[in-house]
């Protein structure tokens, strides 16, 4: 059982070390942030899988990876799904990434970055550039309603070269 | 949450390359990334359509491709469609086709028909979609929605500025009403 890091009140910030995580992405299959130390990793929190609408966040990012790959970085989604949704999720919208379920304890990695909304139980739409150190370089809160884009991932990316 | 929000802004300006209505001295220029098969682009189309009637010559609008390819099998087709529409002259009479018979993608025969009753030479336009004659171009609008922060479809621009709002009558039309007031002077 990986150790349960410490919860922080507001979003960490460029300079800070990115809190180490383990959290499943299949029933059996499961993901660490060190796995990817040496390459850029992009971690994108949102509420939840399967919002109404066109393309949502996730199904923007899984069009727009041949542009993360450019800069060799690796992408992963992170919502208090758990993983039987995510894997619906991901085969609906035909992700090309891999989607964690940040589901026991509930919400536990979203608290670590700061970005757990208590209110409805949900992360916070959030994204983070994390370089191949494993410090955080960009991140950012999206405002109540607005799905952030690409864009300042894609900014965030090429400032790291 | 922030309250020093800045939506994000347009990077690549409008010019010669884009498909163009009104005048480029309106003083509110509209730009819309669309997918041709996304629902909420055909529930925005008349909505267009109704501030163009309504703002008259005030209002410029661009319409730029934004195909999500993985939920709509159809998406690239129909832009490849539109763009070699607009190879003949006709971009507006096919985007307009598109979004007035969403229902009908995926099957070819109403479109051909459509092609041939705009006077356009069909069998041009199916080869070209074939060869995808225009992707590097669609490509470019994709991409540059992307770096201007397009998060979905539709996403639209109001002189350069993301437009937050819901794609309803009543609310893009005060946004750009207030946009047309802030502008004393014709707008990029």
Redesign the interface.
Known sequence: MPRIPEAKNSILKAGERAPGFTLNTTPDQSVSLKDFLGRPVVLAFYPADWSP?????M??Y???MP?FRRFEAEVLGISVDGIWSHLAFSKD??LNFPLLADFEPKGAVSQAYGVYEARTGESARALFVIDKKGVIRWSY????G???????I?AALEKLE | MSKTYIPPQLILPVGDRDHSMGTPEANVVLVEYGDYQCPFCGAAYPVVKRVQKELGSQLRFIFRNFPITNAHPFAEWAAETAEAAAAQGKFWPMHDFLYENQRLLGSETPFVKEEASLGLDAARVGREVAQRAYSSRIEEDFMSGVRSGVNGTPTFFINGTRYDGPAEYEELLSSLRRAAKGSGSPKK
């Open positions: 609408v066109c393309t949502d966040q199904g923007l899984a069009q727009v542009e919208r035909k809160l999206s405002p109540d607005v799905n952030p884009g690409a864009d300042g894609l």
